[in-house]
């Protein structure tokens, strides 16, 4: 029922902010008792859980990532976005959106997923 779709620049440049959207369909992100995720898989690694926004607006980060990281939404849009300032090489990744019961999530077989995007970062 519920679709994710990330979307937002596919390239980068070192030192410059990263920013993506997620688009969700067939549900809101008010609906109640849900977390909306954002996760990332570096080539090769397996999946990091960057942080989520919930269905209140409330905002969790990893705690590697926090100081680095921003999520908000856009309820009228039925939107939430990723912002992951001074970006490396190593946040080359595909980026997924995500909802789950959970806060936390980093395991695509619990909740919903978008597709994914890749975002490389490349002078």
């Known amino acids: 029922q519920v679709q994710l779709q990330e979307s937002g620049p596919g390239l980068v440049k070192p030192s410059q902010t990263l920013s993506l959207t997620c688009t969700v369909s067939?549900?809101?992100?008010?609906?109640?008792?849900?977390?909306w995720a954002w996760v990332r898989q570096p080539p090769g690694k397996g999946l990091e859980w960057m942080g989520s926004?919930?269905?209140?607006?409330?905002?969790y980060y990893s705690p590697s990532l926090k100081s680095r990281t921003s999520i908000s939404r856009d309820t009228s849009k039925n939107q939430f976005t990723l912002q992951l300032n001074s970006v490396t090489p190593e946040d080359t990744a595909v980026y997924y959106c995500?909802?789950?019961?959970?806060?936390?999530?980093?395991?695509?077989?619990?909740?919903?997923w978008g597709q994914g995007t890749q975002v490389t970062v490349s002078s």
């Open positions: 926004i919930s269905y209140r607006g409330s905002t």
């Open positions: 067939g549900g809101s992100i008010t609906t109640n008792n849900y977390y």
């Open positions: 995500a909802r789950s019961e959970r806060i936390a999530v980093a395991d695509n077989r619990e909740g919903s």
